[in-house]
């Protein structure tokens, strides 16, 4: 069964810190990764999709990186803002029975930007 | 550009009441997502549909059940209500099924009392 941790759990920086954060996953037959962006009480803002075949994505400040063969995907944020606090999920998609794209999340890091 | 759009964005319910939960695709996507966010916790995937037809099946009681119609809506149905149903559901949908970007909607809080 694969399962999806993310570290830190918190995090608080000042503003204009570069950061990074850490995803691991437990099986390697992954067929993309997906990181997230939720604000409190709200939906889930896609930020980064790294398909498979994919090392890594880059949009705007956001860059994020893909070992598949290590388990483990990091997203960085350069000069964090304090619009960037939120808690930050990343998610594995599988093929289950060949049938969809199935979505593990790791249990998310809550970014704190401080002005 | 168009989202997920779900509705009702909040719901109470009593217990042992039905409930039903709307989602309406981005325009050309055929796959629909739904996933249950508890206080607290990360999403777990419910189940998923693939032009029209039932996909795949995650952590879904066997109180709530769900479909897909021809315009691509899908709606979640819940019965037999318990305080636990309280959460946050999420419908996303996807281009392609096997290999596509989620694209989530804002969800619909639903509380138990």
């Known amino acids: 069964k694969q399962e999806v941790t993310q570290i830190p759990a918190a995090l608080s920086v000042p503003e204009g810190e570069n950061l990074v954060l850490n995803c691991s996953f437990t099986?390697?037959?992954?067929?993309?990764l997906q990181w997230f962006r939720q604000d409190p009480g709200k939906g889930l803002t896609s930020l980064l999709l790294?398909?498979?075949?994919?090392r890594e994505q880059t949009s705007g400040r956001l860059n994020a990186s893909l070992d598949k063969s290590s388990g483990r995907s990091t997203l960085y944020i350069a000069a964090s803002q304090p619009g960037d606090s939120a808690t930050y999920l990343c998610?594995?998609?599988?093929?289950?029975?060949?049938?969809?794209?199935?979505?593990?999340f790791g249990g998310g890091t809550r970014l704190m930007v401080k002005p | 550009a168009a989202g997920v759009i779900q509705s009702p964005r909040h719901l109470i319910k009593e217990k042992r009441e039905t409930a039903t939960l709307k989602c309406y695709p981005i325009?050309?996507?055929?796959?629909v997502y739904w996933y249950q966010q508890g206080p607290g916790q990360d999403p777990q995937f419910l189940i998923s549909?693939?032009?029209?037809?039932?996909?795949d099946k995650g952590s879904i009681p066997d109180r709530f059940s769900a479909q897909q119609f021809s315009d691509y809506h899908s709606e979640l149905n819940m019965s037999s209500l318990e305080l636990g149903d309280s959460a946050l559901y999420f419908c996303?949908?996807?281009?392609?099924?096997?290999?596509?970007?989620?694209?989530f909607g804002e969800g619909s809080r639903l509380t138990v009392l």
């Open positions: 325009p050309r996507h055929d796959t």
């Open positions: 996303a949908s996807s281009f392609d099924r096997n290999t596509g970007e989620l694209f």
């Open positions: 099986d390697s037959a992954i067929y993309n």
């Open positions: 998610a594995v998609h599988r093929l289950h029975n060949n049938a969809g794209n199935m979505l593990t």
């Open positions: 790294i398909q498979s075949s994919q």
């Open positions: 549909f693939y032009e029209k037809m039932q996909s």
